[in-house]
T-cell receptor, first 113, second 114 residues
Framework: DQQVKQNSPSLSVQEGRISILNCDYTNSMFDYFLWYKKYPAEGPTFLISISSIKDKNEDGRFTVFLNKSAKHLSLHIVPSQPGDSAVYFCAASVYSGNTPLVFGKGTRLSVIA | EAGVAQSPRYKIIEKRQSVAFWCNPISGHATLYWYQQILGQGPKLLIQFQNNGVVDDSQLPKDRFSAERLKGVDSTLKIQPAKLEDSAVYLC????????????FGPGTRLTVL
């Protein structure tokens, strides 16, 4: 029973264009969501997060959108750069405050120069 | 600020052997997590510590896996005996008691069981 789903295993985008990574969740108790980026042979690196009281959070080139009614969130990267090529994991937790994260399977983003 | 340290980075063993992984979290981080990441999957929680106490070990296969954090700082995860399906990357993460659920991960230990 997968509570966090990333249905696109991979995505290719041209450099300079927008990358949109999607994530769906089934547990309505989740109220904190995070995106992590992972390079080969490294651990996941925190990228951006959003609380359920917001519908958008922005940090530089990265924006996360949350649609609670649809149980859907997305990560937008604008403009995409070759260094953004990595596996992106969506994660969720029931409440903020040092609780375990539930991860999706990841989406491999390739930014083509 | 130093990140989460893990060792070894790679380990190859035969099935039925035992293996141990070590993690040193970010200084001051009271909460420590061990995750298992099987190829093609996202990380899955094995155990969570708050200081030296276990908060959640519901997904830890206790017949073969054990973990401890005796002094509330570094932690050891052990597998005995190992099975083929234990081949995975074992990730350690830590978080601050004053933060939300942002967890900071170490580089992981890649275990191959032959």
């Amino acid at each position: 029973d997968q509570q966090v789903k990333q249905n696109s295993p991979s995505l290719s985008v041209q450099e300079g264009r927008i990358s949109i990574l999607n994530c769906d969740y089934t547990n309505s108790m989740f109220d904190y969501f995070l995106w992590y980026k992972k390079y080969p042979a490294e651990g996941p690196t925190f990228l951006i997060s959003i609380s359920s009281i917001k519908d958008k959070n922005e940090d530089g080139r990265f924006t996360v959108f949350l649609n609670k009614s649809a149980k859907h969130l997305s990560l937008h990267i604008v403009p995409s750069q070759p260094g953004d090529s990595a596996v992106y994991f969506c994660a969720a937790s029931v409440y903020s405050g040092n609780t375990p994260l539930v991860f999706g399977k990841g989406t491999r983003l390739s930014v083509i120069a | 600020e130093a990140g989460v340290a893990q060792s070894p980075r790679y380990k190859i063993i035969e099935k039925r052997q035992s293996v141990a992984f070590w993690c040193n979290p970010i200084s001051g981080h009271a909460t420590l997590y061990w995750y298992q990441q099987i190829l093609g999957q996202g990380p899955k929680l094995l155990i969570q510590f708050q200081n030296n106490g276990v908060v959640d070990d519901s997904q830890l296969p206790k017949d073969r896996f054990s973990a401890e954090r005796l002094k509330g700082v570094d932690s050891t995860l052990k597998i005995q005996p190992a099975k083929l399906e234990d081949s995975a990357v074992y990730l350690c993460a830590s978080s601050s008691p004053h933060s939300t659920d942002t967890q900071y991960f170490g580089p992981g230990t890649r275990l191959t069981v032959l």
